[in-house]
């Protein structure tokens, strides 16, 4: 759990993402620092993570097991690889925490749509487009960004995120503008390796 000297808001927001492995995350931890430095404020508001879903209910390790396997199936035609394309960014609906949030960063090359829909009633939204988040935004109000090299990865884990704002962020929705969150991730699952299902 990220900590914060603030007292936190005790309901929080339930997300499926896609945590890349540690080698690219630490070239979005060099990005992020890049991007604070230029004044995304909100650069450490978000786990280097992508934003697959919000759920209603964390989803067991049984159902982030079989949609791991299902991720890898959705590679195996670009060998099972990954890659995080131009820098991007991808709207959270409002709900009764969060209002007018964006994530901003890497762009991926994969739609999660198909296999997410038919999972079951826990996933209540599936964000359009997966971005790995480098930093949290209010809306469009963006600083304009610096670019980052395209990179591709085949080793990731999916896992439960859960987020809550700082008491300071409810008014009464959390905007983003102070940036003020924690979060926990759950035990993850790791995509099956490619070798392992290549066909």
Request: glycine share 4%; aromatic share 10%.
């Amino acid at each position: 759990m990220e900590t914060h000297n603030k007292k936190s808001c005790k309901k929080h927001l339930n997300f499926l993402v896609l945590l890349p492995h540690r080698d690219s995350q630490k070239l979005i931890e060099d990005y992020r620092q890049e991007l604070f430095s230029k004044g995304f404020l909100g650069a450490y508001s978000f786990p280097i993570a992508a934003p697959l879903a919000i759920l209603s209910r964390p989803l067991i390790i049984e159902e982030i097991k079989k949609i791991s396997a299902e991720t890898r199936k959705l590679t195996l035609q670009n060998e099972g690889k990954i890659t995080a394309k131009a820098p991007g960014i991808v709207h959270c609906p409002d709900t009764e925490l969060f209002s007018n949030l964006a994530f901003f960063g890497t762009s991926l090359d994969i739609s999660f749509n198909e296999i997410l829909t038919p999972i079951n009633d826990k996933i209540t939204y599936i964000f359009p487009e997966p971005v790995i988040c480098a930093a949290l935004s209010e809306g469009d109000k963006l600083p304009k960004a610096p670019a980052i090299e395209p990179f591709s990865f085949r080793a990731a884990q999916l896992a439960n995120l859960a987020i809550r704002p700082l008491e300071s962020g409810l008014a009464p929705a959390a905007s983003a503008t102070n940036y003020s969150f924690e979060w926990r991730l759950s035990k993850g699952a790791w995509i099956p390796k490619y070798m392992d299902t290549k066909v």
